[in-house]
């Protein structure tokens, strides 16, 4: 059903109009407990509403074998008790790390401004002086390109250069 699902789609949308049928969910069948009633009954015929889910049967042996040899085999939990004392002596050295890295800021008074706005007024300037260097840069090498086309000199060499200068 997964594997058709999307024919399912397109002609779902077909058919109907103003569908918007996006997406099929599969979802595995249920498994149904086999009673003494069901079992001497023929079978019966498939029909097309959907099997209410019955009660899980117990698996068979080999599968409980297999489960069981994997948790004996699977790592143990990471809840180890020497990990445990580990984490609960780092944490205290971690956080006078950590307040020592990043001190809490002063009491900052109404008329001062506050170390985040002076960092982003830093940022702001360094970003102007970097798009005004880059402007200036840009000027400069497009004037240097109309007087060497003006003169006619434009060779290999000097496009070469140009290319140098600006990667």
């Not at 599969?26 to 509403?49: I, R, S, Y």
């Not at 099997?51 to 899980?56: I, L, N, S, T």
């Not at 170390?115 to 702001?124: C, D, K, N, S, Y």
């Amino acid at each position: 059903m997964r594997w058709i699902a999307p024919k399912l789609v397109a002609a779902a949308n077909e058919r109907v109009q103003g569908a918007n049928v996006r997406t099929v969910r599969v979802l595995a069948p249920a498994p149904v407990k086999a009673g003494p009633d069901t079992a001497a009954a023929a079978p019966a015929p498939q029909t097309t509403v959907p099997a209410v889910p019955g009660e899980r049967r117990t698996p068979p042996e080999g599968y409980r074998r297999a489960i069981e040899a994997h948790r004996q085999a699977a790592r143990p939990s990471p809840a180890d008790p020497a990990i445990a004392q580990a984490v609960e002596r780092q944490t205290p050295a971690m956080r006078e790390l950590s307040r020592r890295t990043f001190p809490d800021p002063a009491v900052v008074s109404g008329d001062v401004t506050a170390p985040i706005e002076q960092a982003r007024l830093e940022h702001r300037c360094q970003a102007a002086a970097t798009e005004a260097a880059a402007l200036r840069r840009a000027r400069a090498e497009r004037a240097a390109r109309k007087r060497q086309g003006a003169d006619g000199v434009v060779g290999r060499a000097a496009r070469a250069s140009q290319l140098g200068r600006t990667a």
